[in-house]
Nanobody, 127 residues
Framework: QVQLVESGGGLVQAGGSLRLSCAAS????????MGWFCQAPGKEREFVAA????????YYADSVKGRFTISRDSAKNTVYLQMNSLKPEDTAVYYC????????????????????WGQGTQVTVSS
């Protein structure tokens, strides 16, 4: 089992910044990496960014490239999402999630492939 706890959401004006944290515990060694997803009201959950443990490769949705940065602190077992130049359309609940290391492929952008989820943290960007 893996437990994930997000923090760092809040209300910010457009153009501002937030840093989200995802603290992981449990059998994290049995996962491929960590992803961030977001879900706005009335919309499906969608991919934001991900980091693969092996090699530290990072992945981003086109909508956040150049604005968001995903990183990892191995000593703290924590993954961060630095969000800069925030826009009102970034408003959503943000979740971190991870996929068990089964099958050999990290489906980092597919929420249906994630096995463990945090409770989510609200990000609201005002115009």
């Amino acid at each position: 089992q893996v437990q994930l706890v997000e923090s760092g959401g809040g209300l910010v004006q457009a153009g501002g910044s937030l840093r989200l944290s995802c603290a992981a515990s449990g059998r994290t060694f049995s996962t491929y990496g960590m992803g961030w997803f977001c879900q706005a009201p009335g919309k499906e959950r969608e991919f934001v960014a991900a980091i693969q443990w092996s090699g530290g490769t990072t992945y981003y949705a086109d909508s956040v490239k150049g604005r968001f940065t995903i990183s990892r602190d191995s000593a703290k077992n924590t993954v961060y999402l630095q969000m800069n130049s925030l826009k009102p359309e970034d408003t959503a609940v943000y979740y971190c999630a991870t996929q068990r290391s089964v099958g050999g492929v990290f489906y980092y952008s597919d929420p249906k492939r994630m096995n463990y989820w945090g409770q989510g943290t609200q990000v609201t960007v005002s115009s």
